[in-house]
């Protein structure tokens, strides 16, 4: 039987909530040995000071919402929880599957059925071949962003659905080498009109060589082709056409481990994107990422890490793409430094903390009123700390709560100046 919905309080009842935690930990409370699988079920309320990224631009003109639209909200998520890790022969089977339902108690239009799965497979021969096949999907509410940079904000519901698949295979053919092939497929789909133009598909494939000269490091290089496509990315005379891209890396890599508690990895790439309609958008220039793993003492984690890469993953990255009535603002490159610590307090208590920072660089080619193109550039730059706390009472229960806080600066109408302050707590109970 499927629980009532309401606008303005959690799928499920306190009582069907209380009933299943109830039988869970009876359940845990008689098992013996430790399962391969785990089935549960998680509750999360988050506050949202900005749900929909409002925001002002750099001259100061603040954007509005549609009367009756609050700028905040309580969001309810209660979802279903599973999960298997299981061995068979030389081959392990795992994932897990998450489903539930968002609830937002203010802007109930929102509302959003919501899943994440991932299964994957590592197989290996009795020879020399192995590897490991993998296929994710994901379903929720997209986070909102920047539409207009002044006027009245759309506060449609926009729904994001995407699905991965990769396959990794590796032939040892000495100790110290071995041949590494990927192939991997991604996707991502928007329900909002006025976003679709940000859907898009794309084939990523690449063959390398890995070398290890000893238990320290860890060499590699291949050869990375990605070919993708935007099905809605090109706009010529009101009407969105197909817009496909090809992007060429030749990838170096390199793993280094100094010691038992530290670990150094990076890659540099030359990297070529060329679009087939829109040469505003290709790119020619070093891409790659630099990260550092530390573990001072035994509770302590840290990890430190660089990036940069081009706009055409902005769909998919943390800080997204800007869209423009009838244009795209194209994010050309986005350079990221990632910090973060977790520290055990004890066995059953954790904190985490982070700081992002994130620097876009902005390119818009639009239509001016003689029917020439013109073009405009900018940038801006997002700050992020998060912190988190979680306690693990049991093996089968865990109880947490982050707040995070973004701030965005920018030099260009492509984008705005904003700040939002997210805080979410959440429990969860699982059966072993």
């Not at 962003?145 to 009245?152: A, F, Q, S």
């Not at 009535?325 to 004890?346: C, E, F, P, W």
Request: glycine letters at 10%; a positive charge.
């Amino acid at each position: 039987m499927t629980p009532h919905l309401t606008g303005r309080g959690p799928v499920l009842s306190a009582q069907a909530l209380t009933a299943l935690a109830a039988l869970l930990a009876c359940g845990a409370a008689q098992a013996d040995e430790p399962n391969p699988w785990y089935i549960g079920a998680a509750q999360t309320f988050s506050y949202e000071s900005n749900l929909y990224r409002v925001g002002s631009s750099p001259g100061g003109q603040e954007q509005t919402l549609p009367p009756g639209t609050n700028k905040s909200d309580l969001i309810s998520t209660t979802a279903l929880i599973g999960g298997i890790d299981q061995a068979f022969g030389r081959q392990r089977a795992y994932g897990s599957i998450n489903a539930g339902q968002s609830v937002y108690r203010e802007n109930s239009k929102l509302n959003t059925p919501i899943y994440a799965l991932n299964l994957a497979l590592d197989w290996s021969t009795i020879e020399r071949f192995q590897g490991t096949l993998s296929f994710g999907a994901n379903q929720s509410q997209a986070r909102y962003d920047t539409v207009n940079t002044g006027g009245v904000v759309a506060t449609r519901q926009n729904i994001a659905n995407s699905r991965n698949i990769e396959a990794i295979g590796r032939m040892g053919l000495v100790t110290k080498l071995n041949v590494e092939a990927k192939f991997g497929y991604n996707e991502i789909r928007y329900s909002a009109a006025d976003y679709q133009h940000n859907n898009y598909q794309q084939q990523v494939s690449s063959l390398g060589v890995n070398y290890r000269p000893s238990g320290l490091l860890t060499l590699g290089s291949a050869l990375r082709q990605t070919r993708g496509d935007y099905p809605n990315g090109l706009l010529i005379g009101g009407q969105h056409g197909v817009d496909r891209f090809t992007r060429n890396d030749l990838d170096f890599t390199a793993t280094w481990e100094p010691s038992q508690v530290s670990d150094v990895s990076g890659r540099i790439s030359a990297t070529r994107t060329h679009y087939q309609h829109d040469p505003l958008r290709d790119s020619k220039a070093p891409t790659g990422y630099l990260a550092w793993n530390w573990r001072p003492t035994g509770k302590l984690r840290l990890r430190t890490e660089m990036r940069r890469d081009f706009g055409q993953y902005g769909s998919v990255a943390n800080f997204g793409a800007i869209v423009g009535t009838g244009v795209v603002d194209y994010n050309r490159t986005t350079t990221t430094l990632h910090l973060n610590a977790d520290q055990d307090i004890s066995a059953k208590v954790a904190l985490n903390a982070s700081i992002d920072q994130a620097h876009r660089t902005l390119t818009n080619r639009y239509l001016v009123p003689q029917g020439t193109l013109a073009t405009q550039s900018g940038s801006d730059n997002t700050l992020t700390f998060t912190l988190g706390a979680r306690w693990t009472p049991s093996r089968n229960t865990l109880v947490g709560c982050n707040l995070s806080q973004d701030r965005r600066r920018t030099d260009t109408t492509l984008s705005t100046n904003l700040g939002a302050a997210i805080l979410g707590c959440f429990g969860q109970i699982t059966l072993r």
